[in-house]
């Protein structure tokens, strides 16, 4: 009996966690101050309400694997999105003031060619109400508001990405 009580806690866990796990949709973006990589001031509303198109943001940290693996596969097709949509990406690393030393080397090395901001003391992540990595937030350039948003990552997912774009893209002709 003992181990069928460790998966049905683990389990209870997972759904409770998945029951408060905030739904943003048609919220706008909190004002947060917070920084780029380098080290210039942003603020998260101000940007968003300034983005000429829509604004994919993703949280993820350097010791997430799933969140790499989903920026790695979004770097595949930024630049068809930003044609196509007009598409802003912001990669929002959640990493501490101990590892977030780590986040422009690894940037560097995979050559994301997209904005990445750093929120070491999860003042971003906090507002916008992210409890794990990677989750993801598309926000409608005309309102700044969220309009959809996806936690965690399979290997496909940005086809559910490109879906949302098109049917933002239908909305705003």
Same mark, same amino acid.
């Given at each position: ?64 694997? @799933?969140?790499?693996? %989903? ?6 097709? /930024?630049?068809?999105?930003? +044609?196509?949509?007009?598409? !802003? ?51 409608? @350039?005309?309102?700044? %508001? ?6 965690? /990552?399979?290997?496909?997912? +940005?086809?559910?990405?490109? !879906? ?10």
């Amino acid at each position: 009996m003992k181990h069928l009580t460790s998966p049905f806690v683990l389990c209870l866990l997972l759904s409770t966690m998945a029951l408060f796990s905030a739904d943003l949709h048609g919220q706008a973006i909190p004002d947060v101050q917070i920084k780029d990589m380098e080290s210039r001031a942003v603020s998260t509303a101000q940007h968003i309400s300034e983005a000429q198109g829509p604004v994919l943001i993703c949280f993820w940290a350097t010791w997430c694997s @799933p969140c790499k693996r %989903e920026l790695n596969a979004y770097a595949d097709y /930024y630049r068809e999105w930003q +044609e196509l949509f007009g598409l !802003e990406l912001i990669a929002v690393s959640v990493d501490d003031p101990r590892s977030v030393s780590r986040v422009q080397p690894y940037v560097n090395s995979v050559g994301w060619d997209y904005s990445i901001w750093l929120d070491p003391n999860g003042e971003f992540k906090r507002a916008m109400q992210v409890i794990n990595v990677p989750h993801t937030f598309l926000v409608d @350039p005309a309102t700044s %508001e969220v309009i959809w948003q996806h936690n965690s /990552y399979t290997d496909g997912d +940005e086809d559910e990405v490109y !879906e949302q774009l098109v049917i933002l893209a239908g909305e705003n002709d």
